[in-house]
């Protein structure tokens, strides 16, 4: 499939992807972070809180990890592009937060003498390496592969959302500002785009087995 053809059918990822960013991008140098993350903290409601409180666990190992694991019952290939992306994306945010941002303080800490944020009850805020943020590139990571798989534009756009409220829940619950977040999607959406490229190049060679699914290991063989 040439560039020209892949972009056609992922469009309804495509597309609505650059509108976000370039919006975000937009409000970004429009606004400072205190200003933005203050916007978002006055709109909450208890249904939000409910909602954002578990939506934001789509982008940690304890949910990623089970998706994984379902892919591998279509298809060991991407199963194995869900797992290339997912550590792609950690390693890159772990290595930006420990080694080049490493004092980058969290909402937490950033607004303790200025504002007291809305909070949502049972959720521990953490205080430092705010940027960026790892639970959105973990998201990103993993659904962003998930929309590359899928030829159905409906479904590339649900994984999308997925993710987009996983980035959302981060700023809402006050664990990251929107820079972070952005940043986030960036490198989980670029570790996706990597490894999707780089696991059906090998689809070329002589790797068949990655085309084989868990289902298909359990079929008794035919003699």
């Known amino acids: 499939m040439d560039g020209k053809t892949f972009l056609k059918k992922r469009l309804a990822l495509i597309i609505p992807y650059s509108i976000i960013l370039v919006f975000s991008i937009a409000v970004l140098l429009l606004y400072s972070k205190i200003e933005i993350h203050l916007f978002i903290n006055k709109l909450n409601s208890p249904f939000f809180d409910f909602f954002f409180k578990y939506m934001t666990e789509f982008g940690a190992f304890v949910l990623i990890a089970p998706i994984i694991i379902l892919e591998a019952f279509v298809r060991y290939r991407y199963a194995l592009m869900a797992i290339a992306s997912s550590l792609m994306a950690t390693l890159i945010v772990q290595l930006l937060k420990r080694l080049v941002w490493y004092d980058s303080p969290r909402p937490k800490v950033v607004f303790k003498?200025?504002?007291?944020?809305?909070?949502?009850?049972?959720?521990?805020?953490?205080?430092?390496h705010s940027f960026p943020s790892g639970h959105t590139a973990g998201a990103?990571?993993?659904?962003?592969?998930?929309?590359?798989?899928?030829?159905?534009?409906?479904?590339?756009?649900?994984?999308?959302?997925?993710?987009?409220?996983?980035?959302y829940s981060r700023i809402y619950l006050s664990q990251h500002f929107l820079i972070d977040v952005v940043v986030g999607s960036m490198v989980g959406t670029l570790s996706a785009f990597v490894c999707y490229f780089w696991l059906m190049k090998a689809k070329n060679t002589a790797r068949t087995n990655l085309d084989k699914s868990i289902l298909s290991a359990l079929k008794p063989s035919k003699r």
């Open 113 to 128: 003498d200025l504002y007291d944020l809305h909070v949502v009850e049972n959720v521990q805020l953490h205080g430092s």
């Open 140 to 167: 990103f990571a993993l659904f962003v592969v998930l929309a590359l798989v899928n030829k159905r534009p409906i479904y590339q756009f649900f994984f999308l959302v997925m993710a987009v409220l996983v980035g």
